[in-house]
Nanobody, 125 residues
Framework: QVQLVESGGGSVQTGGSLKLSCTAS????????MGWFRQAPGKEREGVAT????????YYALSVKGRFTISQDNAKNTVYLEMNSLKPEDTAMYYC??????????????????WGQGTQVTVSS
């Protein structure tokens, strides 16, 4: 059974930083890609970043590129999302995703089979 557990969310002021963690169990972490999504109230879930864990290639949403960094620790089965220069519009529930399908695009939530429970990030102005 695949389980994804996120942590690291919290409340910060504009310009602050947070580092989210997602630890996977029951999942071959090092041979698959992982993703981070977020969902703000009243909005659709959107892809934030993905990392192809076996080759280390990363992709980001334009809205976070240059501010967020996705990384991995294969030994810990953990993927991270380091968020800097946070803005109020980054406020959302952040979710970890795993189990990408054979076809699709990483920023489409239908591309992923497994989800964590989410961790809340709130950025105040």
């Amino acid at each position: 059974q695949v389980q994804l557990v996120e942590s690291g969310g919290g409340s910060v002021q504009t310009g602050g930083s947070l580092k989210l963690s997602c630890t996977a169990s029951g999942y071959t972490f090092s041979n698959n890609n992982m993703g981070w999504f977020r969902q703000a109230p009243g909005k659709e879930r959107e892809g934030v970043a993905t990392i192809y864990t076996h080759i280390g290639i990363t992709y980001y949403a334009l809205s976070v590129k240059g501010r967020f960094t996705i990384s991995q620790d294969n030994a810990k089965n953990t993927v991270y999302l380091e968020m800097n220069s946070l803005k109020p519009e980054d406020t959302a529930m952040y979710y970890c995703a795993a189990g990408s399908k054979l076809f699709g695009v990483w920023y489409d939530q239908a591309y992923w089979a497994y989800w964590g429970q989410g961790t809340q990030v709130t950025v105040s102005s």
